[in-house]
């Protein structure tokens, strides 16, 4: 399984982004995908996670109210919109495929990771 993660850039605090997690291989082998975020000098932390299916999303307590998890199961194809943006979102954004069933908020639930996207977000 092969994850592309797109879509960042540089938005001022307040603005918009929506990024994108394009999965391809033996997708359907996996469940649910998740997003992740790291800033420099930080560790990994959960943002979002959803069902292929849709049916179930988990959210971080820091993203929660501001942020949209959505995916298009027949272009295997996850989104984030993330909205009213602060300057801790700032980080690489990764996302990263489960063989588990359900969603979980710890890395090691994952087992495919792609390559982030960066996203900076100005004061």
């Known amino acids: 399984v092969q994850l592309q993660a797109s879509g960042g850039g540089l938005v001022q605090a307040g603005g918009s982004l929506r990024i994108s997690c394009a999965a391809s291989?033996?997708?359907?082998?996996?469940?649910?995908i998740g997003w992740f975020r790291q800033a420099p000098g930080k560790g990994r932390e959960f943002v979002a996670g959803?069902?292929?299916?849709?049916?179930?999303?988990l959210y971080s307590e820091s993203v929660k109210g501001r942020f949209t998890i959505s995916s298009d199961n027949a272009k295997k194809t996850v989104y984030l919109q993330m909205n009213n943006l602060k300057p801790e979102d700032t980080g690489g954004y990764s996302c990263?495929?489960?063989?588990?069933?359900?969603?979980?908020?710890?890395?090691?639930?994952?087992?495919?990771w792609g390559q982030g996207t960066l996203v900076t977000v100005s004061s």
């Open positions: 990263a495929a489960t063989l588990n069933y359900g969603l979980g908020r710890a890395p090691v639930w994952y087992d495919y």
């Open positions: 291989g033996r997708t359907d082998s996996t469940n649910a």
């Open positions: 959803i069902m292929w299916s849709g049916a179930n999303s």
